[in-house]
């Protein structure tokens, strides 16, 4: 696990991330970069994948609605999807890469993508937020 952790910690820090956290011995590290909306975003190394995940809002009155335009939305998202924790109610944006050949390019376009989701889809995860 230790030469993937420092493929990607060097990719991470390559990309002018954040790290406000790391344990190479579980295979987190969490990163920060307020400007582009990612607040700690976690990256898991669990070999053979690379989990990438970010809560993003707790729904506290779920309903269909709300439930149905997450997963529409889910169709637009380039990298990454839409996801619920175990409780179904908090919303966590999720992608998993493969560790294997993973290069800067693939890393840095799934973080791109939860920005970008972030950027354009903010006024309904707000309204998300409050219902």
């Known amino acids: 696990m230790k030469e993937p952790f420092k493929t ?3 990719y991470l ?5 954040n790290i406000t956290h790391e ?4 295979g987190v590290i969490i990163i920060q970069d307020h400007d582009k909306g990612i607040n700690n975003l976690i990256l898991g ?3 053979p ?5 970010q809560y993003i809002f707790k729904i506290s009155n ?6 149905q335009q997450l997963l529409q939305k889910n169709r637009d998202i380039v990298h990454g999807a839409f996801v619920l924790d175990e409780s179904g109610e908090k919303v966590i944006f999720r992608d998993t890469l493969q560790i294997e050949n993973i290069d800067l390019n693939e890393l840095e376009g799934s ?7 972030l950027s354009e889809y903010s006024e309904n995860i707000i309204q998300f937020s409050k219902s």
Do not use: Q
């Open 62 to 67: 779920p309903n269909k609605a709300v439930l």
């Open 111 to 117: 973080i791109n993508s939860l920005s970008l989701l």
């Open 23 to 26: 344990d190479e011995d579980e």
């Open 45 to 47: 190394i669990a070999s």
């Open 8 to 10: 990607i910690k060097n």
């Open 49 to 53: 994948i690379l989990i990438i995940e």
């Open 13 to 17: 820090i390559e990309l002018n991330y």
